[in-house]
């Protein structure tokens, strides 16, 4: 008889042995997908190592069935992300789920009738093209109707249920929303949509989609791009190190031709037979990637995203896992696709925080790109006009080879940058703080002379907090140590971190006093205060409340085709978007993360302003910036105004140098909670207290930083503590924090603690 070690997905950091049914004896490999026994019910779990040796003590129980008729994960792969494991001292069963597309629906149903699947039996067949979504709009009260009807609607309105209310205020917020969505925010919607429907407040209609919307609509095949010398330079040298691989920062300015680059080489790998991972920062934002993409490779790539259901995911998988596609685009987690004889990966945009996984497993895309590329022999290229510190820090020590792109592809010169003083300038035209002189007079002449601008504000929202003026509390919400954000147009207060809402009455939620005021400037306000000073100007706006998948895709649309003369936005206008009419960008407030309690919030803020600055002057007529902030001499400020990468590195690095903060020293963070206080505090101070027992803390080669409460100190219901292990040295840092893994997995209950290795937030 045979065995198999099994990982299975629960919070252990051992692999089980099963006994190997000889049925399925001729079709389990390495990688294996299978149903096990565990307890009184039945996991998914990854085959690791077969082998003829039986355990030393106890008895095998049998693998119930075999879940996939081929090896989920290659060999390349699953080798990949054992390592991965170790590294991040991630329960490796949990891994392999997180990395690994989901057993479909139709196979979960299949499964459950036949006790799951037998060697040989397949799962279903391949993809439709089309599937059909249910629509959910709001019915706004007829226009012309009497105060007693609006009454009466106020009325239904009041008397609904929980779910019904929640419901409608995501629909009122965003005018559409898919009910697939909806069973984001409630288990089952249908019903409470159907009762809202029969109280005509809201309306539903049957829509047929593409299966997938990057490939919705039809895409010519062009030719590539003929590259500047600047460009050709970078793709010869990493068309040279195709069959030895190696790792490269490709450092360009914004619109210098990154991604031809990218192609170029993708296509060179193609014809050698190789495959290709391009990894980017938020795939929803992206569709103009896509379609260069299949502009130079047709359809037969694989897009990777969260909207695909389980059975598209595992189309996709499957496809490259059998080498019928062999470029695979998404987020962070197409890290994973099984891409067969992998000769690159790209890694765009690889500042981006988006790339660090924050809850589970906590892996940085990244740095995992870099190390799957050296175990696979494959040419990992880390792109951006911003490149990260820790990136920067590797080509001076040697382990990148940096290729730089200087000018424009269009040499369109970088457009000039103007800081305005906030403390200066006390009020714009209309009486607007936050919309100066200066930047007023840059929209009238953008707007006169038929061009189009972005303005950046880092606030969703109506007004970030509302105040009360009888009690003085900030309104805060129920289960997060956080203000509740006003959002206006759909009359909410809204936890961003926990997604409470309640109805803004206009009263405070405390003591009842009608004398609150609203604090601050949002997104859903600034859109507001330009309608008003552009009355003719047509006004959009990009944030979470008004785009999400395929709308974030209808607004950029609108902005391509000009239908849009002023777009406001969050972070998401800053990424990677080539608008070439978009001559004028302006940061509202360029300053407001410096304010973060993160060592890392300078760097942030400079990525930050380059990038948005980016955007202007993409195109044939030269663009400008208006920065507005209250620390006009602050080094990301001045050095962004100069577009100077390497000043701002240099500066920066010495800073992180003298206080021995990363890139100079590795850090893992230790995270606790628990819905009581003084258990979160007590938990944290004895994993500490084990930390400080170590000889490498006491010989002072590692440093325990806290315990202490994080900045937000409650999150969920649960109260938040943390502490940092320091060290220079990786092996002395990865011994302590083994201490304290083997504290937590002796049980810390009823907290919880997780350990964050290379953390990138400090919240």
């Known amino acids: 008889m045979s065995f198999a070690e099994v990982a299975v997905p629960v919070p252990v950091r051992h692999a089980f042995t099963y006994a190997v049914p000889a049925a399925l004896a001729a079709h389990l490999a390495p990688g294996s997908r299978v149903a096990v026994p565990f307890g009184p019910r039945k996991l998914p779990g990854f085959v690791i190592a077969l082998t003829d040796k039986p355990p030393a003590q106890g008895r095998t129980r049998p693998i119930a069935g075999l879940l996939d008729r081929e090896p989920v994960l290659t060999e ?10 170790e590294y991040y001292m991630h329960p490796l069963g949990e891994v392999l789920r997180a990395a690994a597309p989901a057993v479909p629906t139709e196979a979960m149903k299949t499964l459950r009738a036949q006790g799951f699947l037998d060697a040989g039996e397949s799962l279903p067949g391949p993809r439709i093209a089309t599937r059909s979504v249910l629509v959910v709009r709001s019915l706004p009260v007829a226009e012309g109707a009497t105060d007693n009807s609006r009454d009466a609607v106020g009325g239904v309105i009041n008397k609904l249920g929980k779910n019904q209310s929640l419901l409608l205020d995501l629909v009122r917020e965003r005018g559409e929303v898919t009910l697939d969505e909806l069973r984001r925010h409630v288990k089952n919607p249908r019903d409470a949509v159907r009762k809202l429907a029969a109280r005509n407040l809201v309306a539903t209609t049957e829509r047929e989609v593409a299966a997938d919307r990057f490939f919705a609509d039809e895409v010519a095949l062009v030719a590539a791009h003929t590259p500047n010398n600047e460009q050709r330079a970078a793709i010869d040298a990493l068309i040279a190190q195709l069959d030895k691989g190696g790792g490269f920062l490709l450092h360009g300015v914004t619109g210098s031709g990154k991604t031809e680059v990218y192609l170029r080489l993708i296509a060179e790998a ?4 190789k495959g290709s991972l391009m990894l980017v920062p938020e795939i929803a934002l992206t569709p103009q990637l896509v379609s260069r993409f299949r502009s130079r490779f047709g359809d037969s790539i694989a897009v990777l995203h969260s909207e695909l259901s389980d059975r598209e995911r595992n189309d996709a998988w499957k496809s490259l896992r059998a080498g019928r596609v062999d470029v695979a685009i998404g987020a962070r987690s197409a890290l994973f696709a099984p891409v067969q004889n992998l000769g690159v990966i790209v890694v765009d945009e690889e500042h981006d925080g988006s790339f660090k996984q924050e809850e589970g497993f906590r892996y940085q895309a ?5 190390l799957r590329a050296q175990r696979a022999g494959a040419v990992c290229v880390l792109g951006s006009a911003t490149p990260s510190l820790e990136s920067f820090r590797l080509c ?3 382990k990148l080879t940096k290729l730089e792109l200087k000018q424009r592809a269009t ?19 209309g009486g607007q703080r936050m919309i100066t002189g200066p930047l007023y007079k840059a929209l009238e002449q953008c707007l006169a002379q038929g061009e189009q601008s972005i303005l950046f504000l880092n606030r969703r929202g109506f007004s970030p907090s509302v105040r009360c003026n009888a009690c003085s509390k900030v309104l805060e919400c129920g289960a997060c140590s956080v203000a509740l954000t006003l959002h206006k147009g759909a009359s909410v207060l809204r936890c961003h971190y926990c997604d409470f809402m309640t109805p803004h009455t206009g009263v405070c939620i405390s003591c009842g006093s009608p004398h609150v005021v609203e604090l601050g400037l949002g997104t859903e306000q600034l859109e507001q ?5 552009f009355p003719s100007a047509r006004v959009g706006r990009l944030d979470r409340d008004t785009a999400s ?8 649309d609108r902005l391509r085709n000009r239908e849009i003369d002023i777009l406001v936005g969050t972070q998401m206008v800053t990424k990677g978007h080539d608008v070439p009419h978009v001559t004028v960008v302006g940061v509202i407030l360029a300053d407001q993360s410096l304010a973060f309690p993160d060592f890392r919030a300078t760097e942030r803020t400079f990525q930050l ?9 993409r195109g044939e007529r030269p663009g400008r910036v208006i920065l507005q902030t209250f620390q006009p001499s602050h080094p990301a400020i001045t050095a962004a105004q100069r577009h100077d990468y390497r000043t701002f590195s240099e500066t920066e690095l010495e800073a992180r140098e003298e206080l021995g903060w990363p890139p100079y020293a590795r850090l893992i963070a230790v995270r606790v909670d628990a819905a009581d206080e003084v258990v979160a505090d007590r938990v944290a101070s004895e994993l500490a207290a084990a930390a400080r027992a170590h000889p490498a803390v006491r010989s002072d080669q590692v440093k325990v930083l806290g315990p202490a409460p994080a900045p937000i100190a409650r999150l969920r219901a649960r109260f938040r503590f943390r502490f940092m292990l320091k060290g220079d040295e990786l092996r002395s840092l990865r011994a302590v924090a083994a201490v304290v893994r083997d504290r937590i997995d002796a049980g810390v209950a009823p907290a919880r603690a997780s350990l964050d290795i290379d953390p990138v937030s400090m919240l």
């Open 411 to 429: 040499r369109q010169a970088l457009p000039p940058v103007e800081i305005v003083d906030l403390s200066r300038h006390k009020s714009g035209p």
């Open 549 to 556: 998948g395929v709308g974030v895709e209808a607004v950029l």
């Open 609 to 617: 302003l380059t990038q948005v600055s980016g955007r202007a002057g």
């Open 76 to 85: 390349e792969l699953l080798a990949f992300l054992q390592a991965a494991s």
């Open 270 to 273: 193609r014809a050698r037979g």
């Open 529 to 533: 205060i330009l309608i008003r000073l």
């Open 396 to 398: 001076e020590r040697g």
């Open 366 to 370: 990244r740095d995992m790109a870099l």
